[in-house]
């Protein structure tokens, strides 16, 4: 069974810095497109960062653009959200997905997806 693991989570005071790793099993996922989502407790699940299966390309929402970086090592078949200068507002449950063959934006277009890791952000 193919199964994305999410890690990397937790507390941390605003403006600190988190990353996020997402480890893929049962499978390589180093010919998909990458996509990291979050979802905050009574809000939709919203897109915030994907990157192609080559690496290249990041794609960032609004809201996270500057503070986040997405980047992959397919050697290690992993992807990771470096994120810095946290919010309150970025407090959410974060989920990895992939995708094949190209960077998508909505959660609709993803194949699989990690049961996700909390972020609290406290002010």
Do not use: H
């Amino acid at each position: 069974q193919v199964q994305l693991v999410e890690s990397g989570g937790g507390l941390v005071q605003a403006g600190g810095s988190l990353r996020l790793s997402c480890a893929p099993s049962g499978r390589t996922f180093s010919s998909y497109a990458m996509g990291w989502f979050r979802q905050a407790p009574g809000k939709e699940r919203e897109f915030v960062s994907a990157v192609s299966w080559s690496g290249g390309v990041p794609y960032y929402a609004d809201s996270v653009k500057g503070r986040f970086t997405i980047s992959r090592d397919n050697a290690k078949n992993t992807v990771y959200l470096q994120m810095n200068s946290l919010k309150p507002e970025d407090t959410a449950v974060y989920y990895c997905a992939a995708v094949r063959p190209v960077i998508a934006w909505k959660i609709y277009e993803y194949d699989y997806w990690g049961q996700g890791t909390q972020v609290t952000v406290s002010s």
